[in-house]
């Protein structure tokens, strides 16, 4: 059965100290009263080594918000999966939008950093989504099923099973502006019958798909009640605990 997951993704926000109080503060709270679902956080490189032992691994699941394509070496500056995974570290987000858009993430290099990620034992969470012009041309199908053809059909039904898609309509990341339930669920479902045409139904029925963009307490409940929406991927409201665990009890 596929789990519902609420993700956090700190990108490139909180110094390591207000990291770790962060992290603290969420798990305070989460051990007071318990997810009705998978929570995660994923944070910059350098906050991991510390955040993973301030948390409950019971209740949190800690993540990076990315990794080298590379496997080690003179690559100054990169960090690998396995120097993620050496954290304690149990996730890694691939192919966020602004990775694609401001690093030159292509789907090739994003293939290279799936497959690392999986060799090193973490999940990759990894995102698509559309840019406003492809959905205003109606193309967004397609866009998503490119990113997902071109980074994860080389992998084999039992690496595919591992990984955790999140669509992320680009128009709606740190916008304000959020998907309807109904744009979410449509996708969704068009997202899920791609899986199943490459990989089958029952890896289809059992990966989950996580929603984001501009996801808040406010409009959580409602997104996440789709069928297809198995729980979010947040940015901005995974930066404060109050907003981070009212999305969380959306499932409650
Ligand atoms: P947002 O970001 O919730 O701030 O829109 C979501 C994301 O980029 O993962």
């Known amino acids: 059965m596929r789990k519902n997951i609420v993700a956090g993704n700190w990108k490139m926000n909180k110094n390591l100290q207000e990291g770790i109080a962060l992290a603290k503060d969420l798990n305070a709270a989460l051990t007071a009263d318990k997810p009705n679902c998978d929570v995660i956080i994923c944070t910059p490189f350098i906050h991991l080594a510390s955040v993973v032992p301030a948390v409950d691994a019971a209740i949190i699941g800690v993540g990076a918000e990315n990794c080298a394509d590379k496997v080690s070496g003179a690559y100054t500056g990169e960090v690998s999966a396995e120097m993620v995974a050496s ?20 789907p090739e290099i994003l293939k290279e950093k799936v497959q690392l990620a999986l060799a090193n034992g973490l999940t990759p969470i990894f995102c698509i989504g ?16 490119d990113q997902i053809a071109g980074s994860l059909f080389d992998l084999s039904a039992e690496d595919f099973s591992k990984i955790v898609l999140a669509y992320e309509p680009v128009w709606a990341i740190g916008t304000g502006l959020t998907a309807t339930p109904e744009q979410a669920e449509e996708i969704h479902a068009y997202i899920r019958s791609v899986i199943a045409d490459k990989f089958g139904a029952e890896i289809a029925e059992n990966t989950s798909i996580l929603y ?16 297809n929406v198995d729980g979010g991927l947040i940015g901005g409201a995974a930066l404060k605990v109050e907003d981070f665990k009212g999305i969380i009890d959306a499932f409650k």
């Open 130 to 145: 559309e840019v406003l012009e492809e959905r205003q041309q109606g193309i967004q199908n397609q866009v998503v099923f």
């Open 212 to 227: 984001g963009g501009s996801c808040k307490p406010s409009n959580a409940k409602e997104l996440f009640a789709n069928p």
């Open 87 to 106: 954290t304690g570290a149990k996730y890694v987000i691939l192919g966020h939008s602004e990775r694609r858009a401001y690093y030159h993430e292509t």
